[in-house]
């Protein structure tokens, strides 16, 4: 839908200003963006989202863990090193989970260290020591704020992980919490907004531990892949929110239309280059399956090339047409 | 969302076969095509939905005419004449509904004649006179075919024309339909896909008449304004389904989801220029209101700049919805 394109690294200084110093309005997909271009943008007047000096806490894992802290917003114990050494010399209980400070994406600069060999293998730069959660349930909870100072709150998601990747693997929309979880998640939410205190949406993603206490996983503000379901199942969808937000004008209703359970389509382990999507036609004979293929030319394992979204009268019909759609969609790797 | 932009007139036989040449599927959103190039780039192999031999009939309204008889679909009864001396020559009662046989759009080429001063100021080219029907209602059927030769029918719509401009103002779908009213329709619909044999879908736009008769005006075979409320309201809408259609997936259903009311917005009577809309934020602020804008730099007097589709529980409640969008959206000419 552009009408220009502007070439360049998403972390050069220059590149990055010179992409956005003839906007208005400037919308981030995606957070390892250059800070100080975007900082002097948006003292030139630009409409940033999210702001950059929230974006620069966000960039840094560490950063959000003390932003968390300060909030008093619940999530894993950790620590910060800034390198293997320093890890070495805190003696941390093993195991934990290992992560970059910056640059980690869709699963990557993320290990489990259960042996010290683990940790020799890992990367030498600064990173977040996490404490090991016992995971009994993942969700999604995606707040916002408009330019008039409203906030909004979509029904929380419940995301089904990859058995062999860090990615999410299906989403839920609906679902019945017990009140005692959504309260906590309500409480999270309302810390989030005060928190970051700008224009912005912020997907906020959670644990539930064993003790059915909820904890703050990581943060992303921007439209985010366990938004995808509003597309079908929202009264507004994530992205027309996001442009809602962007232009002034007042956040979109959240109502929840329809159960939805979508399913990200993966490129299959073990295999790059180009590829075809197969079995469209058998996917798209049943009602209520919206397909979303995102037009990339070539796979990588575990790829995000789409996603496919049903709707249906309860979850449990939305369930039986997704788990079709997988067994029919085949990415065939040239 | 194109790669790549062909600039040329559809009416010059070069221009659109170069347009064709390197593709393998061939949309049409318009009518007014040149056919020699289509039939060529037809016969290299190409997938074309409208069939170029069907679109040569639909573009003159003569020849649709002349093929609704042949299939007994019926229609306002009319004559050809090539020019107005045949017309008087004919000596056909007054009054009539004058249409030119090609290149009449969106209310061009259409002129009531009441008196032969009003034929004289019409244009002098080959046209269909009509009968006046004393029109009670309009309504648009919108029926298909995939490749596969399974056929399609969404719910009919009733349009409501604008007073002063011939055009389509607001569609409201679904609708209740007396049995009688909905057995010819069901009727017209079979009729239709019988007279059309290949892949694609056709707006079917229809008169009812004082004795509740129906009658078929004019067809479109594409994607149609009779068509935007299906973007929100239906389990597919008419733009998936078109692209269904071209790559051979099979169609998809078109249940109606809620009740929608879909106003067209256009440009004030009187006014051409650049233009804002303004009001979007009362607009937007209430729920189940969609918006969308077409991006034209330019308004014209009446000219489709875009479309509000409201949802609600009832068809009342979409009435109200869209009366206060139509009190808030302004279009300000500069």
């Known amino acids: 839908m552009a009408d220009e394109i502007v070439i360049g690294s998403h972390a050069d200084e220059n590149d990055v200003y010179r992409f956005g110093k003839d906007l208005d309005i400037i919308l981030l997909e995606f957070e390892d963006i250059n800070i100080s271009a975007l900082k002097k943008l948006k003292q030139e007047g630009k409409t940033i989202i999210c702001d950059p000096n929230e974006l620069e806490i966000i960039q840094d894992k560490g950063k959000q863990k003390m932003l968390y802290k300060e909030h008093a917003i619940p999530t894993a114990d950790f620590f910060l090193a800034d390198d293997q050494k320093e890890i070495r ?44 959660i016992d995971i009994k349930k993942e969700y999604s909870l995606i707040v916002g704020r408009d330019q008039s100072g409203n906030t909004f709150r979509y029904p929380v998601v419940e995301q089904h992980f990859h058995n062999n990747a860090h990615l999410v693997h299906f989403l839920v929309a609906p679902i019945e919490l017990k009140q005692q979880i959504q309260t906590q998640i309500d409480t999270i939410g309302d810390q989030v907004l005060n928190a970051f205190s700008t224009t912005g949406m912020w997907a906020i993603e959670l644990f539930l531990d064993a003790d059915e206490k909820v904890l703050v996983n990581e943060i992303a503000p921007r439209v985010h892949n366990s938004g995808h379901h509003t597309i079908e199942g929202s009264a507004t969808s994530q992205f027309s929110q996001f442009i809602r937000l962007a232009l002034g004008l007042p956040h979109g209703s959240t109502k929840t239309l329809t159960p939805t359970v979508t399913m990200n389509i993966l490129g299959p382990e073990g295999k790059s280059g180009a590829y075809q999507a197969e079995g469209l036609s058998e996917v798209l004979k049943t009602e209520g399956i919206f397909l979303h293929l995102y037009g990339k030319k070539t796979t990588r394992p575990f790829r995000k090339l789409g996603h496919i979204t049903t709707t249906g009268e309860t979850t449990d019909d939305c369930w039986k047409k997704i788990r079709s759609a997988q067994q029919s969609l085949q990415i065939v790797v040239e």
Chains 1, 2 share one sequence.
């Open 89 to 132: 010399k805190k003696n941390v209980p093993l195991p934990f989970v290992l992560k970059k400070r910056t640059q980690g994406y869709d699963g990557g600069g993320v290990k489990k260290i259960n042996t010290l060999h683990d940790l020799s293998s890992a990367w030498d730069a600064p990173s977040v020591g996490e404490e090991c």
